[in-house]
């Protein structure tokens, strides 16, 4: 306005700004603002690659390349590119107070959550995913895809798991799913020291970590990928862990990948880092929990010594039973 009255009454800058009510430094002021297209074009492209991420992780992204930019900024970018993900609401519930606290875990490979995952290949067959995390590092301990999930596969998969990390936890946060509550799984456990934490029925709150990682499996893995076969899925699947574990950015972690979190709380990691003695004195070491060697037939036999123990447990029962009724009799 202050432009376009100096124009066309040939006044003076000055007596512009007085008839407009505006300031001369807002009057003459020239906008800063650097470039954004070069910044537009990255935006784009990480939001093609990662269709699932808020403009936060995007910003966490931008930022591990170099750019100097903050929250606020990719903000007002992402929404101008009209890029914002479509989530649904979650309905407000009452506040209440949960009768059962779980301890947390305090350092890494302490407690594992456990559970499935169902979903369909591209010719409507069904499959299944057993998921497992570190409930401490945030990890992903496996993700294993079959046709059919049993106890005796589950006990397969966290072999691997032991194999691969080389230890195993403390405790296993499950539901109380057949796979979970059966012989073939509570064979394993004894066998391997290994405590089995189930949750109440209908409490799925209770294993809050794994659920917490289903809806980020299925939102950006299983929602977005079209699984020909159960090779395809596997292959994709080992993908999303890969790129879950070293390089997705988690909140509850600082924005860092879970494998870089773990890598601050091993002792050879922190050794190596320079870490002083004061400071190995206000943070000691918790080594893991090594699991003691064992051979196929030792497990075999454990777990045939393990059925043979519910036998006779379930017979001295039945003999009570039958005492007693003779005795009121």
């Known amino acids: 306005m202050a432009r376009w009255a100096q124009e066309a009454y040939r006044i003076s800058e000055r007596r512009a700004g007085r008839i407009v009510k505006l300031g001369n430094s807002t009057l003459r002021y020239r906008s800063r603002k650097v470039f954004d297209e070069v910044l537009r074009r990255r935006l784009r492209e990480l939001a093609g690659m990662y269709v699932r991420y808020g403009y936060r992780r995007l910003t966490v992204l931008l930022r591990r390349e170099g750019w100097h930019v903050n929250a606020k900024r990719i903000y007002r970018l992402y929404r101008e590119e009209e890029l914002i993900v479509r989530t649904k609401q979650r309905r407000k519930m009452a506040r209440r107070q949960r009768a059962v606290t779980t301890a947390m875990a305090a350092r890494p490979n302490q407690r594992w959550s456990m559970d499935f995952v169902s979903d369909k290949l591209a010719d409507g067959r069904s499959f299944r995913i057993l998921t497992v995390v570190d409930q401490f590092t945030r990890e992903c301990v496996a993700l294993e895809a079959d046709r059919s999930m049993t ?156 059925l043979e123990a519910l036998e006779c447990t379930k017979s001295a029962q039945n003999q009570e039973k039958w005492t007693s009724t003779v005795q009121s009799l």
């Not at 060697?293 to 393990?306: C, I, P, V, W, Y």
């Open 151 to 306: 106890g005796t596969k589950v006990a397969e998969v966290l072999e691997r798991a032991n194999r691969e990390r080389s230890c195993l936890p403390e405790t296993i946060t499950v539901d109380n799913g057949s796979e979970f509550s059966g012989r073939a799984l509570e064979a394993w456990v004894m066998g391997n020291r290994v405590q089995l934490c189930f949750i109440r029925p209908g409490r799925p709150v209770e294993n809050g970590f794994i659920e917490s990682f289903n809806g980020r499996l299925r939102d950006e893995c299983l929602n977005v990928e079209w699984f020909s076969s159960l090779e395809d899925a596997r292959k994709k699947l080992a993908n999303f862990r890969e790129h879950y574990n070293h390089q997705r950015p988690h909140s509850s972690l600082a924005d860092r990948a879970p494998t870089v979190f773990a890598a601050l709380h091993r002792p050879e990691e922190r050794d190596s880092s320079g870490v002083g003695a004061g400071e190995e004195a206000q943070m000691p070491p918790l080594p893991l929990r090594p699991h003691p060697a064992s051979t196929s037939a030792d497990k075999q036999g454990n777990f045939r010594l393990m």
